[in-house]
């Protein structure tokens, strides 16, 4: 008799006892099922968290400045240094850095025919194009004379493109009207800004920012950011970079300074980590009851079937047959358990895909993971009674009543 | 088959309950050899040790010149396996397989193929007369069907010895003269068969009736040749 053999008598035996074996198959079949929903939400939180937390842009990192008052003085009125053309020059040095992106912000209320939307426009220089690799879809993007001539031009998204101009239209050249003020349109570009936190409704604008400057009264300078040449030293080179800045401009309440992205990311990971583990060792204990039900079924089939035990024996079947018979019949149990356990997982995924944003997959691993616990489950909690079985004598269970 | 000096106690200490005293008996290929013996005797005992389903307390047990009472329980179990084929009184079928499958049972723990498996225990279905009915499950099947069914597993793995505990004991007596006839058949055809009985009439059909009261042979003797 070979393991084969042993398998087809122990799912004759699970199909026999229908109700039975589904009800036993319960505990294991929720307790997979909820460790992998609960493994594949944590994993799907996580990528997304991460996404939307750090994904924007890993190899830019941006500076801030921090004022720090003088000790012992109450924190009082404080205002940003001044940030000029020189700062980006003496960014660009820095070691590391391999672009230098100087940005300004406006809010505007554009109109067009009968369409009306309030924007929020990016001031940005020529060098935002390659270093941001932003994709024009139509027209150009903005060339050094727009920015030092003050060109009265923008750039628009693909979403503002949709909602102010039809399909056939050609956006090139048109004139808009933002702020009661005229403004030509050079190009069409898609947002880098991830889809989520684009503004779907009216979508954005790129102006020249000696032009947001003039036009809206904010300074040419609002932010400044670093891309480093090696993705990998971000961290480092945005340190150098906030160092360099502050000794440049030689200040004394207050200093430039990055935020640690690596950090955070750490941070949120054992966050999320940890508190898998704790509701999926919740789920775990559903396996352990099931187990235990495996377990105890499993010992009332001993005791209904030791009559058969004992015709087995008589005619041939020697202990370790006995024993691997019900072994067999616990972890097939289990097993199937686990199996039906992943299917009701893939489905509750689905589901929890569909309801929200999580993007929560049943991954092969876990598969694999789920079916050879819910043996060990078989395999544990299957040896007791099957030892049980195997230890019977053959005489006794051919008496028994 | 040779005992010699067979004594069998069971429990332990105060609670020790002497069943066989010392049994010795030879028994030879192609006897037919009825035990009986009122219940309580010790025959029951005595057939699960020469079934090897059991091991006496003392006294040596030889099976064609080799020594098997202190052999380990999966050596017995091949025994069984091998050398004995089992019909009992209350059947014991496998209630959820069909006659073919109960029949060829125990050629599953012989590592026999499927398909011989299956052909053996048609043959052997055949051989007991009930060959339209092999698709049936036990509980469409007679009493006397049962035990045809049993006799017919008894036989498929072609033991040495057919080894039946009152086998007629669940079955009216026009059934068990049809049981008895098969028993006799094979014998004829040269199977050792030794039947445990307490019914004379079972007994008259063998050639060598034995007689155990209180745990010992108190009659041996040979009615046919």
């Known amino acids: 008799m070979n393991i084969w053999e042993s398998f087809k008598i122990a799912l004759s035996s699970i199909w026999n006892h229908k109700v039975r074996s589904i009800l036993t198959m319960l505990g294991i079949i929720i307790g997979v099922a909820a460790v992998i929903i609960i493994v594949a939400i944590g994993q799907g939180t996580r990528k997304q968290m991460t996404d939307e937390l750090f994904s924007t842009d890993k190899n830019a990192i941006d500076l801030y400045y921090e004022y720090i008052p003088p000790e012992g003085e109450p924190e009082t009125f404080w205002e940003e240094p001044e940030l000029t053309s020189e700062d980006i020059q003496t960014l660009a040095k820095v070691p590391g850095v391999k672009a230098v992106i100087a940005i300004n912000h406006g809010w505007g209320s554009m109109i067009r025919n009968d369409e009306r939307g309030d924007m929020q426009i990016t001031g940005v220089g020529a060098e935002f194009f390659s270093a941001k690799n932003i994709q024009m879809v139509e027209g150009r993007a903005f060339n050094a004379a727009d920015i030092d001539g003050l060109n009265r031009v923008v750039l628009i998204d693909t979403i503002a493109r949709k909602k102010f101009f039809k399909e056939t239209e050609n956006p090139i050249g048109e004139i808009i009207d933002l702020n009661d003020n005229p403004y030509k349109v050079v190009g069409v570009y898609e947002s880098p800004i991830p889809e989520q936190f684009r503004n779907k409704e009216t979508g954005e604008m790129l102006m020249p920012r000696s032009v947001i400057s003039m036009m809206f009264g904010n300074r040419e300078i609002e932010q400044l950011s670093v891309i480093a040449s090696d993705p990998e030293k971000i961290s480092e080179t945005g340190k150098l ?58 010992l009332v089939s001993v005791t209904e079937r030791t009559r058969e035990i004992g015709l087995r024996k008589a005619i041939g079947a020697t202990r370790k047959k006995i024993l691997l018979q019900f072994l067999i019949e616990a972890i097939t149990l289990t097993s199937l358990g686990g199996l039906l356990g992943i299917g009701l997982a893939a489905i509750g995924t689905i589901i929890v895909s569909q309801v929200s944003p999580i993007v929560a997959t049943v991954s092969p691993l876990i598969v694999l993971i789920g079916v050879s616990f819910s043996a060990l489950i078989g395999i544990i909690f299957g040896i007791l009674p099957a030892n049980k079985a195997s230890k019977l004598s053959p005489i006794d269970a051919l008496r028994y009543e | 088959m040779k005992l010699s000096e067979i004594t069998k106690v069971y429990g332990k200490g105060a609670l020790e309950v002497p069943v066989l005293h010392g049994i010795d008996l030879t028994i030879e290929d192609g006897e037919f050899l009825a035990i009986m013996g009122p219940s309580g005797s010790g025959k029951s005992t005595l057939m699960n040790i020469i079934g090897f389903l059991d091991y006496p307390t003392s006294g040596t047990f030889e099976l064609n010149g080799e020594k098997v009472d202190s052999a380990k329980e999966s050596i017995l179990a091949r025994l069984r396996n091998e050398h004995i084929g089992f019909v009992f009184q209350q059947f014991f079928m496998l209630p959820r397989d069909n006659a073919i499958k109960n029949v060829a049972s125990p050629l599953i723990y012989a590592g026999v193929s499927k398909r011989e498996r299956t052909e053996r225990a048609k043959k052997m279905l055949v051989k007991v007369g009930l060959e339209d009915r092999m698709k049936h499950l036990p509980n469409q099947l007679s009493g006397g069907q049962k035990q045809r069914v049993a006799i017919a597993r008894a036989l498929v793995n072609n033991p040495t010895i057919l080894l039946a505990d009152e086998p007629t004991g669940a079955l009216d007596s026009k059934t068990s003269e049809q049981i008895m006839k098969l028993f006799m058949q094979l014998n004829e055809e040269g199977k050792t068969v030794i039947i445990v009985t307490h019914e004379e009439e079972i007994a008259a059909y063998a050639k060598r009736i034995i007689t155990i009261k209180d745990g010992l042979i108190t009659n041996d003797r040979r009615v046919k040749p």
């Open chain 1, 241 to 298: 970079a906030a160092a360099t800045l502050t000794e440049k401009k030689g200040l004394e309440d207050g200093k430039y300074s990055t935020n640690d992205f690596e950090d955070y990311e750490k941070e949120l990971n054992k966050m999320i980590s940890l508190l898998t583990l704790l509701i999926g060792s919740i789920a775990g204990i559903s396996l352990l009851v099931g187990g235990i039900g495996v377990m105890n079924i499993m």
